[in-house]
C-alpha cells in the first residue's frame, strides 16, 4: 500500500483536530471529523468555525464544498472502512497537575470498537511518555491486536494552519513499524522530514519541545528582572542573545510570560511523570514558578505606577488571548492580571478582538467593551497584554487625547516606546527602563537610565 490512507477520521474537532482534518482534506485525503459537541458540529456544519484561526474559515468552506471533509457525531459512522483513525481530543489538566486521559482513552476504545482489519489508530493528543504502550492492552479486540502509534502535534494557535502545513518535522513512534509507516504517508506530501521512533521517545519529544520553549521564555524573564535592577535593556539583551546560533532569537521575548491551553499543562505533567519516577526536573518547577512571578510583578509595577493606589482606578486592558491570532483564553495572562487587579479594588474594562466571549464567564467583575479607544476612556493606566497587531498600531494621539493619566504599561514589550513618551506617556514595560515624557532626548544617558531604575524598584 503505498497510496496515502483513505478515508481518515480525526476523531475530535478542538484546535488539532479541526486543523489536521482541514488540511489533511484540503491534501486529497477523504476525512471524516468525529465530536462529541453538537454544538460544535452545528456551528462548523453550518460553514463557521468554532475557534479564531488564520485561514481556518476559508479552508473549512473549501472542503466542505468538494466533500472531502465529513462532519460526523456517530462513531460507527464517522470509523468505519477508515485506514487510520487519528485520536485529537483533549488531554487537560487534573488538579495534580497529571494529565486526564479520560478523553483520549474513551476515543481509543471506540476506535478499537469500529476498526477494520487495515486500519491504525494513531495519537495525535499530547499524552505523557508511557502512555501509547499502556494503551495497547485496550487494542486488542477479538483476538487481534489493532495496531497503535502515536504522531504529536506541534502546531501552535494563531498560526495553526501554517504550522501544520510547514511542520519542522513529523514524529511518529510505535512498535509497529508498518502502521508507523502507513500513518507517515498521511503526511508524505509535506516537504519535512518525518522521524520514525518508539512511541515513548516521540511522545518526549512532544513535551520536551514545551518544555524546553517554557524555559526560554522563563530564562529571558528571569534575565528581564536582572536587567530592571542593573539599567540593561533586556530588548538588547535578548537581541544579543539570540543571534547567537546555537541559541535563536524565538521564544525570547520577555513580558508576561507564557500561557495557553499547551505550555502551562504540559510543562507540569511533565513535572508530575518526573516525580511518580522519583526524580526532581527542578528546571521545569523553576520555569512555572518564573512564569508566575511575571505576572505578579507586573500587576505591582502597576501599583507602583499609581502610586500604590488600585482602589477605585479605572484601567483599561488591552488584549485577553494568550497570544495574538487566537482567541483562546486558558491559562492566559490577562486572566490572573485582571482579577489580581480587581481584588485590590481596581475597576477592569477590557477588549479583544475576538476573545471577549471565551473570557466573559471567567471575569463576571469586568466591563466588556469592543472598540479599544472605548476601552481607554477614563482609564488610569493602559495595560497592553496580549500584542495584537491593531493594538501596536492604535492611534496613540488619539488614546492620549481620550485616558485620565498617561500612564501604558507593556507586558509585551511591543509598543514604540519613542513615539508614547513624545506623546506626553509614562512608558513602564519588562526588563526596559522607565521612561517618562520629560526623558524623551535623554532616555539612553547613564544618569537619567540610573534614576529610572531606582524608580522601578
Ligand atoms: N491547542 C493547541 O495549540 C495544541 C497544540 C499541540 C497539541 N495539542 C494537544 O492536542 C490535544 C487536543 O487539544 P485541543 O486544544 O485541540 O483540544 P480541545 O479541547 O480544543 O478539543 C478537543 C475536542 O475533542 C472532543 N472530544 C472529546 N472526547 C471525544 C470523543 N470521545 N469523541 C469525539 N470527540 C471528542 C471535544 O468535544 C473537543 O471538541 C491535547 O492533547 C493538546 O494538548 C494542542
Redesign the pocket.
Known amino acids: 500500500m503505498s497510496e496515502r490512507p483513505n478515508p481518515l477520521c480525526v476523531?475530535?474537532?478542538?484546535?488539532?483536530?479541526?486543523v489536521s482534518a482541514v488540511c489533511l482534506a484540503d491534501s486529497g485525503v477523504d476525512v471524516r471529523l468525529?465530536?462529541?459537541?453538537t454544538t460544535?458540529l452545528a456551528v462548523l456544519r453550518k460553514g463557521g468555525t468554532p475557534?479564531h484561526e488564520p485561514l481556518l474559515n476559508e479552508l473549512l468552506a473549501s472542503v466542505l464544498g468538494s466533500g472531502r471533509l465529513t462532519l460526523c457525531d456517530d462513531?460507527a459512522v464517522a470509523m468505519r472502512g477508515a485506514e487510520v483513525i487519528m485520536v485529537?481530543?483533549?488531554?487537560?489538566p487534573l488538579a495534580d497537575g497529571r494529565a486526564d486521559l479520560t478523553?483520549v482513552r474513551?476515543?481509543v476504545t471506540?476506535a478499537v470498537r469500529h476498526a477494520g482489519l487495515d486500519t491504525v489508530i494513531v495519537i495525535?493528543?499530547?499524552?505523557p511518555p508511557g502512555t501509547t504502550e499502556s494503551l495497547r492492552s485496550l487494542c486488542r479486540h477479538k483476538g487481534r491486536q489493532i495496531p497503535l502509534a502515536v504522531c504529536?502535534?506541534?502546531?501552535?494557535?494563531g498560526s495553526?494552519v501554517r504550522d501544520f502545513r510547514q511542520p519542522p518535522q513529523v514524529v511518529i513512534g510505535g512498535d509497529d513499524k508498518g502502521a508507523c509507516e502507513r500513518v507517515s504517508q498521511l503526511f508524505g506530501h509535506l516537504d519535512t522530514p518525518i522521524r520514525i521512533t518508539d512511541a515513548t521517545s516521540a511522545e518526549l519529544v512532544k513535551y520536551g519541545v514545551n518544555a524546553f520553549l517554557a524555559l526560554k521564555i522563563s530564562f529571558i524573564n528571569e534575565i528581564a528582572q536582572l536587567c530592571e535592577f542593573t539599567g540593561a535593556d533586556v530588548s538588547s539583551v535578548a537581541d544579543g542573545i539570540g543571534s547567537d546560533d546555537r541559541i535563536g532569537r524565538a521564544f525570547l521575548g520577555a513580558g508576561l510570560g507564557f500561557g495557553?491551553?499547551?505550555f502551562p499543562?504540559?510543562v507540569r505533567a511533565l513535572n508530575q511523570v518526573a516525580s511518580y519516577h522519583g526524580q526532581s526536573f527542578q528546571l521545569l518547577r523553576a520555569a512555572v514558578e518564573v512564569n508566575q512571578h511575571a505576572r505578579s510583578r507586573f500587576v505591582a509595577k502597576i501599583q507602583r505606577a499609581l502610586n500604590g493606589k488600585l482602589a477605585k482606578r479605572r484601567i483599561a486592558v488591552l488584549g485577553l488571548a494568550f497570544k495574538p491570532g487566537t482567541d483562546?483564553v486558558r491559562q492566559a495572562a490577562s486572566i490572573d492580571v485582571i482579577r489580581h487587579l480587581e481584588d485590590l479594588g481596581a475597576s477592569v474594562v477590557v477588549t479583544d478582538p475576538v476573545a471577549g466571549a471565551n473570557a466573559r464567564p471567567l471575569l463576571p467583575n469586568t466591563e466588556f467593551v469592543d472598540d479599544p479607544y472605548d476601552c481607554v476612556k477614563s482609564a488610569d493606566a493602559v495595560l497592553l497584554v496580549t500584542e495584537w497587531p491593531d493594538y501596536v498600531k492604535l492611534d496613540w494621539s488619539r488614546v492620549a487625547g481620550l485616558v485620565r493619566r498617561q500612564i501604558v504599561v507593556d507586558g509585551r514589550n511591543c509598543l514604540d516606546s519613542d513615539s508614547l513618551v513624545e506623546l506626553g506617556f509614562t512608558y513602564i514595560a519588562v526588563g526596559r527602563p522607565i521612561r517618562k515624557p520629560t526623558t524623551v532626548k535623554s532616555a539612553h544617558s547613564g544618569a537619567r537610565r540610573a534614576a529610572d531604575v531606582l524608580a522601578m524598584r
Not at 11 to 18: C, E, I, Q, R, T
Not at 34 to 37: V, Y
Not at 152 to 157: C, I
Open positions: 476523531v475530535g474537532a478542538g484546535y488539532v483536530g479541526l468525529l465530536d462529541i459537541d460544535r475557534i462513531g485529537a481530543v483533549g488531554t487537560p478523553q474513551a476515543a471506540e495525535k493528543s499530547t499524552v504529536p502535534e506541534f502546531l501552535a494557535e495553526a495557553g491551553s499547551c499543562k504540559d483562546d
